[in-house]
């Protein structure tokens, strides 16, 4: 298996071979980790811009450190700072930052299907950090890691993702990835957060957590955003923390090897409790360790690197 | 100055010939429709072509005033009579809008003055298109609209609707309404289902559509008046115009060549070309359109051509324009996935893009008879091309069917005896 790919888009268009090889790619990425001098000279010359047109601080510093750790040249650009608050459009932010020689593009968009416009304007390697309600692979690759990690292979296990699955890329592209892995995987939340027909992407639905969590082997549990309560899709946040939170009691009705993940940032006591995110159980600070690895992995991939030295 | 159209075969589905002849045109008008008709002036060798009455769309979008950089009254009409069309009827949401005397009689003069076929406005129903008191609509019919729409603007006020279909009732004019209730439509951009799902764009509910169409059938049983229901793309929209017409009401409906032919899967490519109101559907929407133009409940195709520059389609899809261009392309479009495919006849399909809406605009031409105006359009069943961009007239090139091949082109267009569109040398 050997990567052709340019881009990273999503984890719709991947085999499960290539998502196999990311992630054996990101073993030894986070052995880095480990290690007292943590820069791999490996992409060194390179440059990477950071586009984020969406606040986030968990995924642009993770993909900054994952290239500044293989030596790449990082430069962040956020819109609020930049000539797009003067009204410059994404394909002339773009054509602008192919012009000053990068060689990969990370861009975080509001707007689903922008990594997608991105890729057919630019000749440079486009990095998905997140595209509206689409996909967010590098999440979803780090989420897969942290299974296989804990879990020793993803193959057969049931995976409950739970809350806002109806605006939700991190859903998305875990759904994709887990069911190319041979996973089964159960969304749930309230209808009014549940997307038409998400069973076509092969997921099950419920709207009952308490049903389900007896019988999985992980809960990804998703943030829940204040806005959709303003919105009208649930009547309260009280009444969907009673609902749909992690907490004490409902972790116990788990298995006792259930993993807990969270892509974060978490509403503590909303969607889950400070104890249940601290418990033994929940993996959540060690993905964020594995998104730098994984996200290494990426580039490393895509610029068509050999070895890991 | 007399033309003779020699040698074809003409098609009028009004008078139901179908037969080889020719005709003569004098003076604007329709002389003769025969097989041994006095020599002319000028001669048209038509063997091979189907010779049809002018197509007449009943939505488009001509950008004049106030979008000129998207579409002119000129370059619109350069784009209908490069598909066929003789005549246009033009959406009022222009800036200003057609709300007032004025503007109704800037587009018929400019019409007059650079368009290359005939133009008619289509007049607000309400001020500013707000949705909230009515036009002068009197004032505007006098002045030359042949029906009223607030266009994109659905009236959510379900009592401002019921007093224009009243007040429009001593007027006789239809009420051509776009149906989106703007509540469940919410920030959707393209059909919920599950495409939009899978894309992770916010889906439009098909209720949005469908809510209005039913409020509106019930508006025109307590009033009487005409309803024209715009761009239908539901199948259950589809069953409620059914509903009505079974029920006697005096409500009419078109469907696009997209809505006709695509689908919301098209969307996956994120193409802004494949935005539209309403959204493209599923294909089971797709055949319920089909067959409500077999049984009549749809009476004809319109293209609503919606016309967007480069500019304001090649961003992101949720910040791309609503809308795509379909002048061009619409005859073709019909004739190759509906005749060609054996959905409808070809006489069923001339009298969709004819007599049909003549009628329901009340409109001249529609035809081929002696005394009639000589709109013709003259199309090669046999001609084949690639749409390009090139092939697009107008000023705007945002067509989802770029790239497919068609079949029927239309070579040759005229309007009152004058040839207005000629494809490659005199063909």
Same mark, same amino acid.
């Given at each position: 298996?050997?990567?052709?790919?340019?881009?990273?888009?999503?984890?719709?268009?991947?085999?499960?071979?290539?998502?196999?090889?990311?992630?054996?790619?990101?073993?030894?990425?986070?052995?880095?980790?480990?290690?007292?001098?943590?820069?791999?000279?490996? =992409?060194?010359?390179?440059?990477?811009?950071?586009?984020?047109?969406? *606040?986030?601080?968990?995924?642009?510093?993770?993909?900054?450190?994952?290239?500044?750790?293989?030596?790449?040249?990082?430069?962040?650009?956020?819109?609020?700072?930049?000539?797009?608050?003067?009204?410059?459009?994404?394909?002339?932010?773009?054509?602008?930052?192919?012009?000053?020689?990068?060689?990969?593009?990370?861009?975080?968009?509001?707007?689903?299907?922008?990594?997608?416009? !991105?890729?057919?304007?630019?000749?440079?390697?486009?990095?998905?950090?997140?595209?509206?309600?689409?996909?967010? *692979?590098?999440? @979803?690759?780090?989420?897969?890691?942290?299974?296989?990690?804990?879990?020793?292979?993803?193959?057969? =296990?049931?995976? @409950?993702?739970?809350?806002?699955?109806?605006?939700?890329?991190?859903?998305?592209?875990?759904?994709?990835?887990?069911?190319?892995?041979?996973?089964?995987?159960?969304?749930?939340?309230?209808?009014?957060?549940?997307?038409?027909?998400?069973?076509?992407?092969?997921?099950?639905?419920?709207?009952?957590?308490?049903?389900?969590?007896?019988?999985?082997?992980?809960?990804?549990?998703?943030?829940?955003?204040?806005?959709?309560?303003?919105?009208?899709?649930? *009547?309260?946040?009280?009444?969907?923390?009673?609902?749909?939170?992690?907490?004490?009691?409902? !972790?116990?009705?788990?298995?006792?090897?259930?993993?807990?993940?969270?892509?974060?940032?978490?509403? =503590?006591?909303?969607?889950?409790?400070?104890?249940?995110?601290?418990? *033994?159980?929940?993996?959540?600070?060690?993905?964020?360790?594995?998104?730098?690895?994984?996200?290494?992995?990426?580039?490393?991939?895509?610029?068509?690197?050999?070895?890991?030295? | 100055?007399?033309?003779?159209?020699?040698?074809?075969?003409?098609?009028?589905?009004?008078?139901?010939?179908?037969?080889?002849?020719?005709?003569?045109?004098?003076?604007?008008?329709?002389?003769?429709?025969?097989?041994?008709?006095?020599?002319?002036?000028?001669?048209?060798?038509?063997?091979?072509?189907?010779?049809?009455?002018?197509?007449?769309?009943?939505?488009?979008?001509?950008?004049?005033?106030?979008?000129?950089?998207?579409?002119?009254?000129?370059?619109?009409?350069?784009?209908?009579?490069?598909?066929?069309?003789?005549?246009?009827?033009?959406?009022?949401?222009?800036?200003?809008?057609?709300?007032?005397?004025?503007?109704?009689?800037?587009?018929?003069?400019?019409?007059?003055?650079?368009?290359?076929?005939?133009?008619?406005?289509?007049?607000?129903?309400?001020?500013?298109?707000?949705?909230?008191?009515?036009?002068?609509?009197?004032?505007?019919?006098?002045?030359?609209?042949?029906?009223?729409?607030?266009?994109?603007?659905?009236?959510?006020?379900?009592?401002?609707?019921?007093?224009?279909?009243?007040?429009?009732?001593?007027?006789?004019?239809?009420?051509?309404?776009?149906?989106?209730?703007?509540?469940?439509?919410?920030?959707?951009?393209?059909?919920?289902?599950?495409?939009?799902?899978?894309?992770?764009?916010?889906?439009?509910?098909?209720?949005?559509?469908?809510?209005?169409?039913?409020?509106?059938?019930?508006?025109?049983?307590?009033?009487?008046?005409?309803?024209?229901?715009?761009?239908?793309? &539901?199948?259950?929209?589809?069953?409620?115009?059914?509903?009505?017409?079974?029920?006697?009401?005096?409500?009419?409906?078109?469907?696009?060549?997209?809505?006709?032919?695509?689908?919301?899967?098209?969307?996956?490519?994120?193409?802004?070309? &494949?935005?539209?109101?309403?959204?493209?559907?599923?294909?089971?929407?797709?055949?319920?359109?089909?067959?409500?133009?077999?049984?009549? &409940?749809?009476?004809?195709?319109?293209?609503?051509?919606?016309?967007?520059?480069?500019?304001?389609?090649?961003?992101?899809?949720?910040?791309?324009?609503?809308?795509?261009?379909?002048?061009?392309?619409?005859?073709?479009?019909?004739?190759?996935?509906?005749?060609?495919?054996?959905?409808?006849?070809?006489?069923?399909?001339?009298?969709?893009?004819?007599?049909?809406?003549?009628?329901?605009?009340?409109?001249?031409?529609?035809?081929?008879?002696?005394?009639?105006?000589?709109?013709?359009?003259?199309?090669?069943?046999?001609?084949?091309?690639?749409?390009?961009?090139?092939?697009?007239?107008?000023?705007?090139?945002?067509?989802?069917?770029?790239?497919?091949?068609?079949?029927?082109?239309?070579?040759?267009?005229?309007?009152?005896?004058?040839?207005?569109?000629?494809?490659?040398?005199?063909?």
């Amino acid at each position: 298996m050997s990567w052709t790919r340019k881009h990273l888009l999503g984890l719709q268009d991947l085999s499960r071979d290539e998502i196999q090889l990311i992630l054996d790619t990101a073993e030894p990425c986070k052995e880095i980790f480990t290690r007292p001098i943590k820069k791999l000279p490996t =992409l060194r010359g390179r440059v990477m811009v950071n586009l984020f047109y969406e *606040p986030s601080t968990r995924t642009r510093t993770s993909f900054e450190l994952a290239g500044k750790w293989m030596s790449v040249d990082v430069i962040n650009i956020s819109t609020n700072l930049s000539s797009v608050a003067k009204g410059e459009s994404l394909k002339d932010t773009a054509k602008t930052i192919e012009a000053l020689g990068a060689d990969f593009v990370v861009i975080r968009h509001y707007a689903a299907g922008s990594a997608k416009l !991105l890729a057919e304007t630019v000749q440079v390697s486009v990095i998905n950090a997140g595209d509206g309600a689409h996909e967010h *692979p590098t999440q @979803a690759l780090l989420d897969l890691f942290t299974i296989r990690d804990k879990k020793g292979s993803i193959e057969g =296990l049931h995976v @409950a993702i739970v809350g806002d699955i109806l605006h939700s890329r991190v859903a998305r592209s875990n759904i994709w990835g887990l069911t190319k892995m041979g996973a089964k995987v159960t969304v749930i939340g309230p209808p009014t957060l549940i997307p038409q027909e998400i069973e076509q992407m092969g997921a099950e639905v419920s709207y009952d957590l308490d049903e389900v969590i007896p019988h999985v082997d992980v809960i990804n549990m998703l943030r829940i955003q204040k806005e959709r309560q303003v919105a009208g899709l649930f *009547p309260s946040l009280r009444e969907y923390s009673v609902l749909y939170g992690l907490n004490r009691r409902r !972790l116990d009705q788990a298995r006792d090897d259930v993993l807990v993940i969270h892509p974060g940032p978490t509403n =503590l006591g909303v969607e889950i409790t400070s104890e249940v995110a601290e418990d *033994p159980r929940a993996s959540i600070d060690e993905q964020v360790t594995n998104g730098v690895a994984v996200r290494m992995a990426v580039l490393y991939l895509l610029s068509g690197g050999k070895d890991i030295p | 100055m007399s033309l003779l159209i020699k040698g074809g075969r003409v098609i009028d589905p009004a008078g139901g010939i179908d037969a080889p002849a020719d005709i003569l045109i004098e003076g604007g008008q329709i002389i003769g429709v025969g097989t041994d008709l006095p020599a002319a002036k000028e001669e048209l060798p038509a063997q091979g072509l189907v010779v049809v009455p002018g197509f007449i769309d009943l939505h488009v979008h001509l950008r004049e005033p106030g979008y000129e950089y998207k579409e002119t009254i000129a370059s619109g009409t350069r784009a209908a009579a490069r598909g066929g069309f003789t005549s246009v009827v033009c959406m009022p949401n222009t800036n200003p809008p057609v709300d007032n005397k004025a503007v109704v009689e800037f587009i018929l003069a400019e019409g007059a003055r650079n368009g290359a076929v005939r133009v008619y406005p289509i007049g607000a129903i309400t001020k500013g298109r707000r949705g909230e008191e009515l036009t002068e609509m009197a004032d505007l019919a006098a002045a030359g609209v042949v029906a009223f729409s607030d266009d994109g603007n659905t009236i959510m006020n379900a009592v401002v609707m019921r007093r224009a279909l009243e007040y429009g009732k001593m007027l006789d004019l239809p009420l051509s309404v776009h149906c989106e209730d703007v509540n469940l439509a919410g920030q959707g951009l393209m059909n919920e289902g599950r495409t939009s799902t899978l894309l992770g764009l916010p889906g439009q509910t098909r209720a949005a559509e469908n809510v209005i169409i039913a409020r509106d059938v019930e508006l025109a049983r307590l009033t009487g008046g005409r309803v024209h229901f715009a761009h239908v793309s &539901t199948k259950e929209g589809v069953e409620l115009v059914r509903r009505a017409k079974k029920l006697g009401l005096r409500v009419s409906a078109e469907a696009t060549p997209h809505h006709l032919t695509l689908t919301d899967e098209l969307v996956a490519t994120y193409d802004p070309n &494949t935005k539209v109101s309403p959204p493209l559907r599923t294909r089971e929407d797709v055949e319920a359109l089909r067959a409500g133009l077999l049984d009549g &409940t749809i009476d004809c195709v319109a293209t609503d051509h919606a016309p967007h520059s480069r500019d304001d389609k090649e961003v992101e899809y949720s910040h791309a324009a609503w809308g795509m261009v379909g002048l061009e392309t619409a005859w073709p479009v019909i004739y190759t996935h509906l005749v060609l495919t054996g959905c409808l006849s070809l006489i069923q399909a001339i009298d969709l893009f004819t007599r049909k809406p003549a009628e329901l605009f009340n409109l001249p031409g529609g035809r081929i008879a002696a005394g009639q105006p000589a709109d013709l359009v003259l199309f090669d069943p046999k001609k084949n091309q690639r749409v390009t961009e090139e092939l697009l007239v107008g000023k705007s090139k945002n067509s989802p069917f770029i790239g497919q091949e068609l079949q029927g082109w239309p070579v040759y267009t005229i309007v009152g005896g004058q040839a207005r569109w000629v494809d490659e040398i005199g063909r």
